[in-house]
């Protein structure tokens, strides 16, 4: 058995009479990473999800998370896991700590260590100075920090987490998102589902991505984005540059084609532009010495916001054709 | 297609045995009784009837009820015991289930590894000793009666502690049907008031009805056999059958009560307990 975190779908197929909300997923992930779920409503993102947590039962094949299968030995499956899905609540009349001591509890965190644990846990979430309130009494966006403190408790390996942003606000959207960062630096697999493709761009490692049940795309986001640009053309990678003062992006345009892989350069702003190109890291290196050679006041270069949302538009428009 | 990235190895915690776990689901369970407004109202309601049964007593005095403690205790349970049976059995039993759905708290205990089964008996535990605790604030009320009219012969009439034992049963059983309505249901307000139609009439009803209409001994009705709470105080014990005219009334025997009772118990929580465990959270 492996000794890095791991979720594994062997053939999970879900069927709610005639409609397939899952198709024949094959999935692996193992080691250290986050990996963002994507897939347009319906596309079968819960459903995985919540076959992992034994909340559905898959009507065929098998999910195994550490090596163990979740029908076969659900405890030993998710001893070592965190799970937040669809925004659950918890027993009204308790507070977040009682609430959170209780699952602490479950997971088997000694007496001694409970305490400590559960304070930690909503510390991170920023919601120390609630902890004592009933959970009933909280906004929706309170409640899913508590929910957010109750997956990390017992300092699980792997994350399951169902669109953990959905209710915040966007401060409390940063702060999670700044939550999952920092949780990638501890040596945990995080396999979050999102409809917000900057910040699965923003916080992953690596994408999934499933439409009508069936899974489309399993790569890196670099690789995701490079091989599927907006325009179709596999092998373009999308780059947003930033200024500190207005350019003129005729300029700009005329010095870069002397690259020769750059496909298209458009200005996105008076101080952005953007550079849709080909030849990965190396012409990366090239483009972001040139335009600092031009000293019209580079302060910024990097994959654009919107890389993800073409590959993802590219995919799924590509599935539904 | 698979990525090789390396790193994170893998901790593992164990995961308590599954004893511990049902009894941290009690646990917690309870305290969210306690600390509900719900469960403040269902003690609330059985203090008032006791209340209510003790100062109608203490004012009217009746006589059939004074005779001596088998009667005062016979007269007291005729008059309150469904109500006492029925109101934890709806208030807590209800939606037991169908709340973890309904309201979510399922998706938060779910995901945790623990299984469903553990989950239930937690619940059913915490209703049960939830619901005894309800049924032995009445039944110390009414002994208080008793031996403020009898003295402390009251509390040394055996028949008292074995009725009780029986109102346990009885109370069971409401529970089990309850957690049986509460697990067919996905809407907590449809179990509640099935449990409460039943519980407080319909029972009552159908029992009149199937018997003066077809004579047929009612013993697949909870309230038949929870008779013998209080049938255990008359001397002799009614025979099983007797006939009034063409009516013929039944009368459930001890050991009969007891099955009806944890019949009803058994196969509700076994049929709540499959569709539990079976029910996906979609």
Known sequence: MSTKPSLEAVNLSKRYGSFTALSDLNLKIEGSKCVGFLGPNGAGKTTTLKIFCDMIRATSGSAYLNGFEIREDKKRALESCGVLIESPEIYPSLSAREALSMFSEIKGIPKPERRKAVEDAVDIVGMIEWVDRRFGSYSKGMKQRINIAAALLGDPSILLLDEPTSGLDPRGMNEVREIVKSLKKEQKLIFMSSHLLSEVQDVCDEVVMIDHGKLLLHDTIEKAVSRFSANGEESNAVFDAGFSRPVDVETIRSKLSQLGSISRVEKIDQRRIRVTCSGGIKMQEEIVSLLASLQMGLISFGQSSSALESTYLNLIGREVA | MDLDLTGGELKTRSAPNDASQILCISKYELLNYVKSRRFAMLFLLTLGACIGATCVVGYFRPSGVLTDPASFYGHWLAYMLVFIVALPAIFLGGDAISSEFQNKTGYSLVGNPIKRSSIFAGKLIAALIASMATLSLFEVVMLANASFYFGSGAFLYSTFWVSFLYATFAVAGAVGLAFFFSSIFKNGAYSILFSAFLLLFGFTLLDNVITRLTN??????????????????????????????????????????????????????FVSLIVFQRREFA
Do not use: C, K
């Open chain 2, 216 to 269: 047929l001994e009612p013993w697949f009705m909870l309230d038949y056999g929870a008779q013998i709470v209080e049938n255990v105080f008359r001397s002799p014990y009614p025979a099983h059958v007797q006939t009034f005219g063409t009516h013929i009334f039944y009368t459930a025997s001890v050991p009969e009560g007891l099955v009806i009772m944890a019949a009803y118990f058994i196969v509700g929580i």
